[in-house]
């Protein structure tokens, strides 16, 4: 099936520094969500985006919907150990489906 | 509101067993969705129920199936387990079905296949 695709696979940062990872996807979508995965357990929602263009922060996280409906990105601002985890892209295609994204893996160095 | 709740959390089972996993969604939610998560593939979708119905299908083998009850909870089966069905597999539920509205996520069954 569809994926989107996630960049960077991996980060490796100091505690403190600011984090930009992206999602981007072959076709349009409607939604993008993006989640946080910590091992073993079930990803949990952090931002939901419905519009083209919006901007939306959730604490230190900030997430926008691209202009061209099909990529999104996700900002972490000062990081902290607790912000270590997986981070998943996600959105519904037109085919009534959700499809996620390969990921990214955040490592946050005290 | 309590959350989307998955049993059991860890299950070890042999190959050619089969296994049954459970999910009550959020309440109020009538659409659930399962998903197998393995380090290689990432999130697999597997299919998805709303109201007792199958309406969406992901690219597994007949020996992965499902079923809802009247009260929503979802029941997923896997018959003549293989070892590379060793995943995470995750339910998530919805109050809208096939992606008209956001996705809320159990912490898993982890299976392992000895």
């Known amino acids: 099936g569809q994926q989107l695709n996630q960049s960077p696979q991996s980060m490796f940062i100091q505690e403190g520094e600011d984090v930009s990872m992206n999602c981007t996807s072959s076709?349009?979508?409607?939604?993008w969500l993006w989640y946080k995965q910590d091992p073993g357990e079930g990803p949990v929602l952090l931002i939901a985006?419905?519009?083209?263009?919006e901007l939306t922060s959730n604490g230190r996280l900030t997430a926008q919907f691209g202009i061209t409906r099909k990529d999104s990105f996700l900002n972490i601002s000062a990081s902290i150990p607790s912000d270590v985890g997986i981070y998943f892209c996600?959105?519904?295609?037109?085919?009534?489906?959700?499809?996620f994204g390969t990921g990214t893996s955040l490592t946050v160095i005290p | 509101k309590a959350g989307v709740t998955q049993t059991p959390r860890y299950l070890i089972k042999t190959r050619g067993q089969q296994v049954t996993l459970s999910c009550s969604p959020i309440?109020?939610?009538?659409?659930v969705s399962w998903y197998q998560q393995t380090p290689g593939q990432g999130l697999q979708f597997l299919f998805e129920?709303?109201?007792?119905?199958?309406?969406n299908k992901g690219n597994f083998p007949g020996r992965f199936s499902g079923r809802q009850f009247s009260n929503s909870r979802s029941e997923m089966n896997v018959s003549t387990l293989e070892l590379g069905d060793s995943a995470l597999y995750l339910c998530?539920?919805?109050?809208?079905?096939?992606?008209?509205?956001?996705?809320?996520f159990g912490p898993g069954t982890r299976l392992t296949v000895l």
């Open positions: 998530a539920s919805s109050s809208q079905p096939g992606g008209a509205d956001t996705q809320y």
């Open positions: 076709s349009i979508f409607n939604t």
């Open positions: 985006l419905y519009k083209a263009g």
């Open positions: 996600a959105g519904p295609s037109t085919g009534n489906q959700f499809y």
């Open positions: 309440s109020g939610h009538r659409s």
């Open positions: 129920y709303f109201s007792e119905t199958q309406r």
